[in-house]
């Protein structure tokens, strides 16, 4: 029998907690921020009260061990809902296997809620925060599958969309009729003088899909802010009610069992004129307000910033700031994904290395999302100064690298869909399945064995890297299975001006099974991947309570990093990224301490700084050492 939370017990979080709610709401508010304080402190008691007993069990395991997602053990998975689960919530509870057998223990579903009717950019214009969507199944039907995946040991991450609720929600509803609170929650301006100003310095999210950031609402006789389409209406964040009704969204969905809220569009939810409207300060404390309730509402809930932004933006949402402050515990490290694929197109390690060598440590009670591929576009985001520093231009690099992976620059091996192209600052996005974006495309069109060879090596390469940096690594669903491009989505008038859905196909059971027939490209996938998740699972120094740091070994084409872990010791990555074997001497950073290692993904092997072409090593202590102090 689990005892209901106790008024002790969340009188003792919102003793932690208010300073920092407190502090975030007068920051973004002035004086209102502390009545506004007031209510937000109520409705999170009221929240925690209502916790079912399994969540108020939850919150004291995670009391007890706060550092649950820094754990080397942890390993995630990203899906959209219907096209993982065959498109209803009982079609994912049978995939739970799957993801056991996999070792995934931290599921992403993509487009859970309620969409807009119609077309609703891949589920991101949400109708209804408080309820799956209705063509997945019921509320129960969420419950259940909640249930099930927690006791299978998953962890369940949903998308919070903080810039905006779709045209179809109950607010814009309400706006339309008449109310001017629902009206108020929303940025609208009665003509063009403001919206003109802003857009001088704004840029476009969608230039070929949703041109401009403002769209006249007839019903309204006002433009409306529409950052990213033109059916999602940005929210009024200087509004306190707006900052009201989401906490209670927030605490909504974390009293579901929630473990994992993700900050979608966190960057841009403040708005100021003359700027880009992005990374202002803020977003920042828009997200440190939400952490704040939720410590005391919901503390086993924990916030992933979605927000892929410039190296210099990135760890502010992980709360590194002039003074730290507490604000999301995940983001995503998106300049490790760009800089993996540069290093593929590129067969060389020196940006990647300058690059995120400028990275600061994020705090130790932080953490990354590392990843490969995931639902979106890949933004090329290689900053001007980086490319100087290694002898290329920023511009030129970024036109090189669409251009190799849409497939047309001599050599290439990618068979990439260019997206987001916008010819006035020459800037192209690319849309493609892992696979697809290493080779393997190609490779079967070809009939070349040594190509799909490469290509299956190439995508291990990058998960290797993933899984050996440091965070949480997420395996986007298919590249388990080497699943290509679906080029369906050409067929649905919804869905074919996006390409950004031909990486998102729906799970095949026929491909799934090739994966236990031996010598398939399937089953190498599976077969490597399942082995990272048994290695990183044995190697301590995987513990994200440290950081990574690229270091300089002598060869152009071995990217390499070093982490030391204050507990659990040390690691050296050493990724090949070239076509030829590379031979290296060991490193300054490991000093003498040579002797008795092992590399952590072949431990047979005896020339551990002999690296053959697209071969990762993560070289520390044998499982299970521990340093003498």
């Not at 339309?176 to 310095?201: C, M, N, Q």
């Not at 803020?282 to 979605?306: D, S």
């Not at 290439?412 to 290493?438: H, K, V, Y």
């Not at 003498?592 to 290692?597: I, K, Q, V, Y």
Request: hydrophobic share 40%.
């Amino acid at each position: 029998m689990i005892e209901p939370v106790s008024p002790a017990e969340v009188d003792a979080r919102a003793d932690e907690w208010r300073p920092d709610l407190l502090a975030a709401l007068r920051g973004l508010y002035g004086l209102r921020g502390d009545d506004l304080c007031d209510v937000l402190e109520k409705r999170a008691r009221e929240a925690a009260a209502q916790r079912a007993p399994e969540m108020v069990a939850r919150d004291r395991e995670r009391a007890v061990r706060p550092d649950w997602y820094l754990s080397n053990e942890r390993v995630g998975y990203m899906a959209y809902a219907d096209r993982f689960g065959g498109g209803t919530l009982d079609g994912l509870r049978d995939r739970i296997p799957h993801l056991v057998d996999l070792g995934v223990d931290v599921l992403h579903l993509l487009s859970l809620l309620t969409p807009r009717v119609g077309e609703s950019d891949g589920g991101f214009a949400i109708r209804d925060y408080r309820s799956p969507d209705p063509r997945l199944g019921t509320p129960a039907d969420l419950q259940q599958l909640i249930g099930a995946l927690h006791d299978a040991g998953i962890n369940l991450c949903v998308d919070f969309v903080l810039n905006h609720t779709s045209d179809d929600h109950e607010w814009t509803l309400a706006a339309r009729a008449g109310s001017v609170y629902h009206r108020d929650l929303y940025i609208t301006f009665p003509d063009r003088t403001l919206p003109d100003r802003y857009e001088a310095t704004l840029p476009e999210v969608f230039p070929d899909l949703s041109p401009g950031n403002f769209t006249w609402i007839a019903e309204l006789e006002r433009w409306v802010w529409t950052t990213f389409r033109d059916f999602q209406w940005d929210l009024n964040w200087a509004n306190p009610d707006v900052m009201i009704e989401v906490a209670d969204l927030a605490f909504h969905l974390a009293n579901l069992g929630v473990d994992v809220l993700r900050l979608d569009a966190i960057a841009f939810t403040w708005k100021r004129l003359g700027t880009n409207c992005q990374n202002q300060p803020e977003a920042h404390l828009v997200a440190q307000a939400l952490r704040a309730a939720l410590g005391i509402a919901a503390p086993a809930t924990i916030l992933l910033a979605e927000a892929i932004v410039g190296p210099d933006d990135l760890l502010g949402y992980l709360g590194r700031h002039e003074l730290e402050r507490r604000e999301c515990e995940l983001a995503y490290h998106n300049q490790l994904m760009v800089q993996g694929w540069s290093m593929l197109a590129t067969r060389e390690a020196a940006l990647a290395r300058v690059a995120l060598s400028r990275l600061p440590d994020p705090p130790s009670r932080t953490t990354w999302f590392t990843y490969v591929r995931c639902h979106d576009d890949i933004g090329w985001a290689i900053d001007d100064p980086d490319a100087t520093a290694v002898g290329v231009t920023g511009a030129g690099h970024r036109e090189f690298l669409a251009r190799f992976y849409r497939g047309d620059f001599p050599g290439s091996f990618a068979r990439g869909t260019p997206f987001g192209i916008n010819p006035t600052t020459n800037d192209e996005r690319t849309s493609g399945m892992g696979a697809t974006l290493a080779g393997m495309t190609a490779a079967v069109e070809a009939g070349d064995p040594a190509a799909v060879d490469a290509a299956i090596e190439r995508l291990l390469l990058l998960y290797a890297i993933a899984f050996g940096y440091g965070g949480i690594p997420i395996i986007y669903m298919g590249d388990e299975l080497c699943m290509v491009d679906d080029r369906g989505y050409l067929d649905d008038p919804l869905r074919h001006a996006d390409s950004r859905w031909c990486h998102r196909p729906e799970f095949d059971e026929s491909i799934a099974a090739r994966a236990f027939v031996a010598g398939t490209a399937e089953q190498r996938l599976w077969d490597g991947i399942r082995a990272l998740v048994t290695a990183r699972r044995r190697c301590l120094p995987l513990h994200g309570a440290t950081s990574s740091h690229p270091i300089d070994i002598g060869h152009p084409s071995v990217f390499a990093w070093h982490r030391r872990h204050p507990r659990f010791g040390e690691l050296l990555g050493l990724a090949n990224v070239g076509d030829g074997a590379a031979t290296i001497t060991p490193p300054s950073a490991l000093g003498t301490r040579t002797s008795g290692l092992v590399d952590h993904l072949d431990p047979d092997a005896n020339r551990l700084f002999q690296i053959a072409p697209r071969q990762v090593r993560w070289v520390a202590q044998p499982p299970g050492y521990a340093p003498i102090p």
